[in-house]
């Protein structure tokens, strides 16, 4: 609702062999934050791809999300070759002790906006994982809602390199 996009997307995501349920849902998650006609999943964690991209019609990235924790070289190659780059961080402690090692160099990239989503709400959307799975996400006066069948959550998330 925040961003007036009101669509229905049918999905199929390639999961990685290491991925887990938590790390595909917060992948997921990016898509809704970021749906676009344009937005795609690309080759991501194997590659030097984002997770999502969305390229104008030039085939320039017009944004460059990754999920997880990228060091300092993939973030100023991510900034240097998209107008916008997106980073989510999901794994707690894991995630601030990223942020105290990365945070400055972070912070010098204009086009750069890193948000961390707690442990404990991307721990629950990972049991909402299931193998055809329909999901509605509502973002609406900044909260962000997840719906799957019977279940309902309601995601906080702390953007790092500015206000929530």
């Known amino acids: 609702m925040d961003r007036r996009h009101f669509s229905a997307h049918s999905l199929t995501l390639a999961r990685h062999p290491s991925e887990t349920d938590e790390r595909l849902m917060v992948r997921l998650l990016a898509f809704a934050l ?45 900034c240097g070759r998209a107008r916008q780059v997106m980073v989510y961080t999901y794994s707690g402690r894991s995630a601030e002790a990223w942020w105290q090692k990365s945070g400055a160099a972070a912070a010098r990239s204009k086009n750069l906006t890193v948000v961390d989503l707690t442990a404990e709400d991307t721990q629950v959307l990972a049991t909402l994982a299931k193998h055809g799975m329909q999901m509605q996400c509502f973002i609406q006066d900044g909260e962000i809602q997840v719906l799957s069948g019977a279940a309902t959550i309601s995601i906080g998330a702390i953007n790092r390199t500015g206000a929530r």
């Open 34 to 78: 970021h749906a676009h006609e344009l937005l795609q999943f690309a080759r991501g964690l194997a590659f030097d791809e984002p997770d999502l991209w969305r390229k104008d019609l030039t085939g320039a990235i017009d944004l460059w999300v990754t999920v997880g924790q990228p060091d300092e070289q993939q973030m100023r190659q991510a």
